[in-house]
């Protein structure tokens, strides 16, 4: 192709999962956002950090004793990828708790809200505190002294612990010297003290600090010579790997119940811990030095995430704002009646999630409905959809949902509500075995004048009411005849057997959406070689698939100017003197969570306008039952190009800049200030 290396068209997966949460952590460092809300953002960095070591860390490890010699499609090896990724992510956890140690507590306690150390505690706060352990804390916790008959305890995956030095003898003559005292998970790990011990400023303490402070009580007569808190990572990947398992739910149950226990890929500990404990607990887990990460503060920092909701404080946190609804929404009383009129763009979270809401409730009660087909991928466990389909079935509609019981960390969720559904009457399947539905298609059959019509809601994210507030996402409601077909046939293909039709509009993964892709990026590149103007924009979460990489390195040899959004990681290098000179690649952070999945392709001035569930990764294109959607509304088309691409494209705020190396710049800002995100705040958002 050129004279890069073949092992270096790739960028390694891992470190660009890091080099996001760089990206993330860096508005905890921005002075111009409110303080809680940094606060939030520096907490989002460990919960994609532990989601990052259940899963991707995880599969390094099982690779380098697998399959140690296999080339990743960077060319590095299992065992040197993990060694980079260990140094990558060591540096970002430092720079987190410093952030946090010498940024964000000191300016929180100048706004007036205090972590109260142990020995700031004055003689009122240690008496407070004192009768809180008693009350409510000495009860549930259990000290698990080590000696032969109590081997090192089977702790939970992410669990706050303690690892307690002790001298003496207990009642029984034992002296292990060494004994663990788990936190459940019940108690809150932030307590705001009374308003009466604070002299009127907002006071915590860590739950950490109140064990500390009365651990020996725990101990009676032995002497407590240190206590150190610890928190194991566990591998959290579920496999069902059994194709011939009589019943997905059941075996996926009996998994879940493992997931808590899985091998240890990373101990987190405090940074007064000694280290002959250290070198203890790495033993006990089964772990190497590069897995050990010492912290200054508290070893789970996600938890922290309560700390904005404990604290009425308003002016440390973004401005609120209320989604607005359609015109032809906020007008039309019948709900139908405004989708047959035309199709209805839906961007979230500036517009309201609530039509989607109320065309399920509308169907659930209206007579004229017939059925409700659903695709349910992450809804949470208490969800007003949810609820309407339950309502719908006990109705006596007929009522399709597909549950993918395989959605990461929703699992258990989905569980349930598969199980309510059909406890209702409802018809739910569970997919096809080996692909995740992870399409979002809702379908309501409508009894009208003329015969039966079909209304469809399509979605580039979840039927999640609270994501719909804190993720950008486009959604499409329609009563197209030819899209409401090929919705009906993937519902047929999902529930039933048989071979893949052909669709009329809508590209599916796993039959024809990557072609399709590749088949797009190769015409826009014969459009350049014959000297006409290409241009392909796209905008999502990841880019990692090899073919569609190899497809964009030679469009933009041929002259395609390529513009890409993507938020999270990408596996592609651009701006390579020649191999990817005409690509551009950026990723906005900002207040919303950027979800939304857009794909265009000048295509000769057509101009194809796409939103899709899939990312461009193997797992999306290949292994995953996802959707495409062409907008074929002139008007939409517009709107989409504009507010979905080119603000973007536009915006010098909230972008980075990604290099050839793989790291990113933040964008310079020149001339005045553009904040996609502000700005449809401002244009659409009451």
């Not at 500390?212 to 725990?218: C, D, G, K, M, R």
Request: aromatic share 8%.
């Amino acid at each position: 192709m050129t004279h890069v290396a073949q092992t270096e068209l790739l960028l390694n997966r891992e470190l660009g999962l890091i080099e996001f949460n760089r990206r993330v952590l860096s508005q905890a460092e921005d002075a111009s956002l409110p303080f809680l809300e940094r606060l939030k953002f520096l907490c989002i960095v460990s919960s994609n950090l532990d989601e990052f070591f259940e899963v991707r860390v995880a599969w390094l490890k099982e690779n380098v004793q697998a399959n140690p010699n296999r080339l990743l499609p960077d060319g590095a090896t299992p065992r040197q990828s993990l060694s980079r990724v260990s140094a990558a992510a060591h540096a970002l956890v430092r720079e987190q708790y410093q952030v946090l140690s010498d940024v964000l507590l000191p300016a929180l306690r100048e706004e007036g809200i205090v972590f109260l150390r142990r020995a700031e505690w004055n003689d009122a706060q240690r008496d407070w505190i004192r009768a809180f352990f008693f009350r409510e804390l000495m009860p549930i916790l259990t000290p698990i002294g080590l000696d032969p008959s109590h081997p090192f305890p089977k702790l939970l995956n992410k669990s706050l612990n303690f690892a307690v030095e002790l001298e003496g003898r207990d009642a029984f003559g034992r002296a292990s010297g060494i004994a663990i005292v788990q936190a459940p998970r019940i108690l809150p790990r932030v307590i705001k003290l009374p308003a009466e011990l604070t002299d009127g400023r907002d006071t915590l303490v860590f739950l950490s600090s109140i064990l500390h402070a009365h651990v020996h009580e725990l101990f009676l007569g032995m002497a407590v010579k240190g206590c150190y808190q610890f928190r194991v990572t566990r591998n959290s990947e579920l496999t069902v790997e059994d194709e011939d398992v009589k019943n997905l739910r059941t075996a996926l149950q009996g998994e879940l119940r493992h997931r808590q226990f899985g091998e240890a890929v990373r101990l987190e500990i405090a940074d007064t811990c000694p280290a002959h404990m250290e070198e203890f607990l790495v033993t006990q887990f089964g772990l190497e030095a590069q897995d050990v990460y010492r912290v200054n503060g508290p070893v789970n920092l996600v938890r922290l995430m309560q700390v904005p909701e404990l604290l009425d404080r308003p002016d440390l946190k973004f401005t609120p704002f209320e989604p607005s609804l359609p015109p032809i929404i906020a007008k039309k009383s019948n709900l139908f009646d405004a989708i047959a009129r035309g199709d209805i763009l839906l961007h979230h979270p500036y517009q309201s999630f609530q039509p989607v809401i109320d065309l399920l409730n509308l169907a659930a009660t209206d007579p004229q409905v017939v059925a409700i087909k659903m695709t349910v991928y992450r809804t949470g466990t208490d969800s007003v959809l949810m609820d309407s389909l339950v309502a719908a079935a006990r109705a006596g509609k007929q009522v399709t949902v597909v549950v993918e019981l395989m959605a990461r960390f929703d699992e258990e969720a989905n569980i349930g509500w598969a199980s309510r559904l059909e406890d209702a009457g409802a018809h739910v399947v569970y997919g096809v075995f080996g692909y995740k539905v992870h399409a979002k298609m809702l379908m309501v059959v409508r009894r009208e004048e003329g015969g039966l019509k079909r209304y469809v809601h399509l979605g580039t994210g979840n039927y999640h009411p609270r994501t719909a507030r804190l993720y950008t996402d486009f959604g499409l409601l329609t009563c197209n005849d030819e899209l409401a077909s090929d919705v009906n046939d993937i519902f047929v293909q999902l529930t039933g057997l048989g071979r893949a039709g052909k669709l009329k509009l809508i590209y599916q993964s796993p039959f024809t959406l990557h072609s399709m892709l590749t088949a797009a990026i190769e015409r826009e590149a014969e459009h350049a070689a014959a000297g006409r103007p290409a241009l392909i924009i796209a905008k999502m979460n990841a880019l990692l698939e090899p073919q569609v990489i190899h497809a964009l390195y030679k469009a933009s040899q041929a002259g395609v100017k390529i513009q890409l959004i993507i938020r999270g990681v990408c596996a592609l290098r651009p701006g390579v003197p020649g191999l990817s000179d005409n690509i551009t690649v950026r990723s906005i952070v900002g207040r919303f969570l950027e979800h939304t999945r857009i794909f265009y392709f000048f295509n000769d001035k057509h101009e194809d306008v796409l939103i899709a569930s899939a990312d461009w990764m193997g797992r999306n294109l290949f292994r995953r039952i996802e959707t495409c959607v062409p907008i074929v509304d002139v008007k939409l088309k517009r709107r989409m190009i504009k507010e979905g691409l080119k603000l973007y494209l536009e915006d010098n705020v909230n972008t980075w800049e990604m290099q050839p190396d793989g790291s990113y710049k933040r964008r310079a800002s020149r001339g005045k200030p553009r904040c996609a995100q502000d700005i449809l705040l401002a244009e659409y958002a009451g």
